[in-house]
């Protein structure tokens, strides 16, 4: 099947500075990728659709100015998240899909301290 | 918006009875609905799929049904064993591809 990979699987960083994460599909062009955020014991929470060349489509409640998407190349979306904070730890997974099926990253583990 | 929910939330068995869980879904919409087994600390696995066209499709020990007048579809896992347990999500999708998860079912196989 088709394969998707995270980077990095695990960051801990200080509260007010800037994570990046990357998710790249490896064997296939991804028309959509999708961000996820799961809190321990919960679901999947869709954060925001992204297409390649496009601007992001967030989900209600998500706040685009502290979570950047971008979607540079068919292959490649990162998401930022900006002046992060403890309540946003989280554990965040990103999928893409080829039309017919999402196929999910790994997945990154942020601790914010 | 589009709302899925899933029961039970925790199902324990003994192993080599059946489990189901059931979802339903808001969309009227949604036309692809697949079923996800997530171990902690991993990604969520594609354990099987359905489309708006079937009503039930099986995989080995695996079957997932589908009533789309009721807006209501299931999984069966039969002869569970314990390597079974893990966290099931149902999810839903119509033509935007994006999925709404199901709250998850925490599913318990005691040997």
């Known amino acids: 099947g088709a394969v998707v990979s995270q980077h990095p699987s695990r960051v801990i960083c200080k509260s007010g500075t800037s994570v990046k994460i990357e998710c790249r599909s490896l064997?296939?062009?991804?028309?959509?990728m999708f961000w996820y955020r799961q809190f321990p014991k919960q679901s999947l929470m869709l954060m925001a659709t992204s297409n390649e060349g496009s601007k992001a489509t967030y989900e209600q409640g998500v706040e685009k100015d502290k979570f950047l998407i971008n979607h540079a190349s068919l292959t490649l979306s990162t998401l930022t998240v900006t002046s992060a904070h403890p309540e946003d730890s989280s554990f965040y997974i990103c999928s893409a899909s080829d039309s017919y099926e999402q196929y999910f990253g790994p997945g990154t583990r942020l601790t914010v301290t | 918006g589009e709302n899925v929910e899933q029961h039970p939330s925790t199902l324990s068995v003994q192993e080599g009875d059946s489990a189901v869980i059931k979802c339903t879904y808001s969309d009227s919409a949604s036309n692809y609905f697949p079923w996800y087994k997530q171990e902690l600390g991993k990604r969520p696995q594609l354990i099987i799929d359905?489309?708006?066209?079937?009503g039930e499709k099986k995989d080995q020990r695996i079957a997932v049904t589908l009533n789309k007048t009721a807006k209501h579809f299931s999984l069966h896992i039969t002869e569970t064993q314990p390597e079974d347990s893990a966290v099931y999500f149902c999810a839903a999708s119509s033509n935007t591809d994006k999925l709404i998860f199901g709250t998850g079912t925490r599913l318990q196989v005691f040997p």
């Open positions: 359905i489309r708006s066209n079937v």
């Open positions: 064997d296939f062009q991804a028309t959509t």
